[in-house]
């Protein structure tokens, strides 16, 4: 089995028994109880699980696409890594995409007051941290804002980004899989993600590494699509192997 599909089949068992134990899960999986425990360990750092002694206890999800709130909380040291990361990939004056998110929100934060770029964005938040910049001029994408994550989409997005040619463009992900490519769980966001990618000389995915080995339901993009995946370190050597494996894979800079 590939990890991905050893962790759908561990989350699995824990919803269907109420818990599981690691030497259970090596005899079945034919693996060792180090392979389980760093599963269970991704596992929790999810949300699917909650490690105990000895095995996990199933955690079930109540937000299958969580909040821009909550999900600001989550992994903030390592968000702040890839956004420092991410600003080697900035040009040094040109035309920039950020998408709306939390890790591209981080590296908005943290562009500098010397920066001359101008920066299109979806996302009011991003344009409000980078409007007081001097020489950065704010292009902000309208349409509907969807209020679980604060992301303009829709035709009114669209039709502007199908103009656009952008030297780099910044994107967030709430899936990524070597096989599946960057997925998320709206519609309109994956929609608006695509054309994002479509409007790009350069594309660049940052994303904690929770998000690796997920999939939701629209994707928006295959790996051979982006140049370079930003992450943090505690992503696994099986996931960042599948990665490397796939044809045309872009490079993976673990920060």
């Known amino acids: 089995m590939y990890a991905q599909e050893r962790q759908q089949h561990i989350v699995e068992q824990a919803r269907a028994h109420g818990r599981v134990e690691v030497l259970a899960l090596a005899h079945q999986l034919d693996v060792t109880t180090e392979t389980v425990r760093r599963d269970?360990?991704?596992?929790?750092?999810?949300?699917?699980?909650?490690?105990?002694?000895?095995?996990a206890l199933p955690i079930e999800r109540v937000e299958l696409e969580p909040a821009v709130q909550t999900r600001q909380r989550r992994f903030e040291a390592e968000k702040r890594r890839i956004a420092a990361r991410a600003l080697e990939e900035v040009p040094d004056a040109g035309t920039v995409?950020?998408?709306?998110?939390?890790?591209?929100?981080?590296?908005?934060?943290?562009?500098?007051?010397?920066?001359?770029?101008?920066?299109?964005?979806?996302?009011?938040?991003?344009?409000?941290?980078?409007?007081?910049?001097?020489?950065?001029?704010?292009?902000?994408?309208?349409?509907?804002?969807?209020?679980?994550?604060?992301?303009?989409?829709g035709q009114w997005a669209l039709e502007a980004l199908g103009g656009l040619c952008v030297d780099v463009a910044f994107l967030g992900t709430n899936g990524l899989t070597a096989d599946r490519g960057l997925t998320t769980p709206d519609q309109a966001e994956a929609e608006v993600k695509a054309a994002m990618v479509g409007a790009a000389r350069r594309v660049v995915v940052l994303t904690d590494s929770s998000k690796v080995g997920?999939?939701?339901?629209?994707?928006?993009?295959?790996?051979?699509?982006?140049?370079?995946?930003?992450?943090?370190?505690?992503?696994?050597?099986e996931h960042a192997e599948e990665l490397r494996a796939a044809d045309d894979?872009?490079?993976?800079a673990r920060a």
């Open 214 to 237: 997920e999939v939701h339901l629209h994707r928006f993009a295959d790996l051979d699509q982006v140049d370079l995946v930003i992450t943090d370190t505690t992503l696994d050597d």
């Open 97 to 153: 995409l950020l998408d709306s998110g939390t890790s591209t929100g981080a590296l908005a934060e943290l562009l500098p007051q010397t920066a001359r770029l101008t920066v299109i964005t979806n996302s009011f938040a991003h344009a409000a941290v980078l409007s007081p910049l001097p020489e950065v001029t704010v292009l902000l994408l309208g349409g509907h804002v969807r209020r679980l994550t604060g992301a303009a989409v």
């Open 249 to 252: 894979a872009p490079e993976v």
């Open 40 to 55: 269970l360990t991704v596992l929790e750092r999810r949300g699917a699980l909650r490690r105990v002694h000895g095995g």
